[in-house]
């Protein structure tokens, strides 16, 4: 492993939060600004986009794409992720942000259907560090910031905002239809933008097949951040669609949810959805209900393990 808060690659410091993994595989370099994508991909000759330097990269080899912070990763239509093992890396001076990162993936205005989110990622064992994730589309179908449904995909230091869609039912920053997808030191959301109307637009949406075959399984939320501008008592921040959205189970470790005090409504819950769990459960591990909501939860199938955790109004919620 190289330690991120000593590597030098042509000079530049790589520093982060956490480290790039030694590798026998390829690694891309990509610089929006000075890069061009007839180039090699090297640190000299870095490639321009992201999508370029995606399709350099070959599967389960391990392959690389570090992203330089000096501009936007702008793309014109969804990034796809479908290839196994590839990790890409935002390379930042100050280290590995919770929030407001150097390298960002950016997708704006489009008119294809098919651009669901920023990025879609299907593959296996992907890891994504030091990112943030920004869609901004109008497209009716694009109401995600990144579609997760890929397996054991890993996520750390990555910050999802989806700045449009604040009154569409559904839309998110996050669509999980992951298989032990864990995130470590992300955030969700924006307390910048307010939510409108009353419409479930959480910053995690859980919806069973919204990619087909896939559904939310064994996933791990450790110390993440979740805000939102509430406008409704239905603006809630996790939000499942059917009684089997979660299988097995999906934990929420020390996080923080956290309703801005410009909001003009009290959301009911922090994490609710339309049906009690049938397939698995949520637990909450050290997150607390001190998060500007009613109550944490109602819904039967969500447990917190405090304790000492009283659940305001919340039946469901089960303290063991």
Same mark, same amino acid.
């Given at each position: 492993m190289t330690d991120l808060t000593s590597l030098r690659v042509g000079g530049v410091p790589v520093t982060g939060g956490g480290s790039i993994p030694a590798t026998s595989g390829k690694?891309?370099?990509? #610089?929006?600004?000075?890069?061009?994508d007839g180039n090699i991909g090297t640190m000299t000759e870095p490639v321009k986009t992201v999508a370029q330097a995606y399709s350099m990269t070959t599967t389960n080899k391990d392959d690389q794409i570090i992203l330089m912070g000096n501009a936007t990763h702008t793309l014109t239509e969804m990034l796809t992720?479908?290839?196994?093992?590839?990790? *890409?890396? $935002?390379?930042?001076?100050s280290g590995g942000r919770q929030y407001g990162q150097n390298a960002k993936i950016s997708l704006g205005v489009t008119t294809a259907a098919t651009d669901l989110a920023t990025m879609k990622n299907t593959g296996v064992r992907n890891s994504f560090f030091n990112i943030k994730f920004i869609n901004s589309n109008t497209v009716a179908q694009g109401i995600y910031g990144v579609l997760e449904?890929?397996? *054991?995909?890993?996520?750390?230091?990555? #910050? !999802?905002?989806k700045s449009t869609?604040?009154?569409?039912?559904?839309?998110?920053? &996050?669509?999980?239809?992951? #298989?032990?997808?864990?995130f470590t030191k992300c955030t969700f959301g924006s307390s910048a933008n307010a939510r409108s109307g009353a419409v479930v637009r959480p910053c995690v949406i859980l919806t069973k097949a919204l990619v087909a075959g896939k559904v939310c399984r #064994?996933?791990? *939320?450790?110390?993440?951040? !979740?805000?939102i501008w509430a406008g409704n008592t239905a603006n809630a921040f996790v939000w499942s669609t059917t009684a089997t959205d979660v299988e097995r189970q999906m934990e929420f470790k020390d996080c923080t949810f956290n309703?801005?005090?410009?909001s003009t409504a009290v959301?009911?819950? +922090?994490?609710?959805? +339309?049906?009690? *769990?049938?397939?698995?459960?949520? &637990?909450?591990?050290g997150t607390t209900g001190e998060n500007g909501c009613t109550a944490l939860a109602t819904q039967t199938?969500? !447990?917190?393990?405090?304790?000492?955790?009283?659940?305001? $109004?919340?039946? $469901?919620?089960?303290?063991t």
């Open positions: 690694r891309i370099y990509v #610089d929006a600004t000075l890069g061009g992720v479908s290839k196994n093992r590839i990790g *890409f890396y $935002g390379l930042d001076a449904a890929g397996e *054991f995909a890993k996520y750390s230091y990555c #910050d !999802f905002y869609d604040l009154d569409v039912t559904g839309a998110a920053e &996050l669509a999980c239809n992951g #298989d032990s997808s864990i #064994d996933v791990r *939320f450790e110390d993440c951040i !979740f805000w309703v801005t005090k410009k959301p009911a819950v +922090a994490i609710g959805g +339309a049906a009690a *769990f049938t397939a698995g459960e949520i &637990l909450l591990t199938g969500i !447990f917190s393990l405090l304790p000492t955790y009283a659940a305001a $109004g919340g039946s $469901g919620i089960q303290c």
